[in-house]
């Protein structure tokens, strides 16, 4: 079995998988423009993403492991045949999204991108921040990052109200809603979270509405997908202090256009779409892989980690 490896990491990753899979041949490339003719032999592809002309020279490829949660960058290539299997990494992103959530609220809390400006201008100002103790939060989607989150709002002894389509017990929810009271929930709590996937039914599911309910002290974090938000509503809200401020780290249009107003506005912290990554990331992929590949060896399909139905 032939395994083709992109990544900038392809030597620590070819390291961990010859070690334990001694039967696979394994290609390795920094990027594309390093595979050479191991796209003809691939089997197996383990990447973030690869291009369609790539894909159309694997004519033996039957399976793709993509190492982020979202798929869409292979879902959108034409050459990949729909006998070939395509699974995620989904499930292993909960410590690093959880921790950049709490960064959002933490900074946004404290101004600290006005202490950061006043460092650089060598300005001595004090302010009271505001804490997360007590404080009231919304978390939109409570799958393995969602609960993430809630469990560290619950070490800052906040009040964590769930919002999804199934409702489950989990220890770190105080209350569960469905999303068909999200504005009511929204009028109640302090930060709304929303770290809900996109699918045709969350497609700029938080908009005007939403942001009317929210308290205008409230805080709007996204860390999810950006196309649940409708981005020019988001402005809106901010421009207008419909709410206090938003902390974000994904957009409609990535990278942000130097156009958006969401670059100039005092009450908005951003980042480029960073909170998924994190400086274990390969380490964190690999059981995941690694548990599909002895399954894929062994004989099994459908019954793979985060088999995507397409």
């Known amino acids: 079995m032939h395994l ?5 990491r392809v030597a620590y990753i070819q390291k961990h998988i010859a070690a ?36 159309s020279r694997a004519k033996g490829l039957k399976w793709v492991q993509s190492m982020a949660t979202g798929v869409d960058p ?17 499930g292993m992103h909960g410590p690093q999204m959880s921790e950049m959530t709490i960064l959002f609220m933490l900074a946004l809390n404290r101004r600290f991108q006005d202490n950061i400006l006043n460092q650089n201008k060598k300005i ?31 070490a800052f ?36 979270v929303n770290v809900v996937p996109l699918t045709v039914e969350t497609k700029k599911m938080v908009g005007a509405k939403e942001f009317s309910a929210m308290k205008p002290t409230a805080f709007y974090i996204s860390v999810g997908r950006g196309d649940t938000v409708d981005e020019e509503a ?4 901010l421009r207008t202090g ?3 401020g938003a902390g974000i780290d994904v957009f409609s249009t ?11 506005m005092r009450n908005v912290i951003m980042t480029p779409h960073i909170g998924g990554l994190s400086d274990v990331y390969i380490d964190q992929m690999l059981p995941i892989f690694e548990e599909n590949l002895r399954r894929f060896l062994q004989g099994e399909r459908r019954n793979l980690v985060n088999l995507i139905e397409r």
């Open 242 to 244: 419909k709410i206090a």
């Open 234 to 237: 988001l402005i809106e809200a």
């Open 20 to 55: 334990k899979f001694p039967e696979l041949v394994i290609y390795g490339a920094n990027d594309e423009s390093d595979v050479g003719d191991s796209a003809e032999k691939a089997e197996i592809i383990l990447a973030i993403k690869v291009s369609d002309e790539l894909v």
């Open 254 to 264: 990535e990278p942000l256009p130097k156009e958006s107003p969401l670059w100039d």
């Open 4 to 8: 083709l490896i992109i990544d900038d």
């Open 157 to 192: 002894e906040m009040t964590v109200y769930g919002i999804d389509t199934v409702k489950r017990e989990v220890q770190a929810v105080d209350h569960f809603f469905e999303p068909e009271q999200l504005t009511e929930v929204l009028g109640e709590v302090d930060y709304f």
């Open 74 to 90: 292979f879902l959108n290539l034409p050459s990949l045949a729909k006998d070939v299997l395509l699974t995620s990494s989904r």
């Open 124 to 154: 001595w100002d004090r302010w009271p921040g505001r804490l997360l103790w007590q404080k009231k939060v919304a978390i939109l989607g409570i799958g393995v990052v969602g609960q993430a989150i809630a469990e560290k709002c619950k």
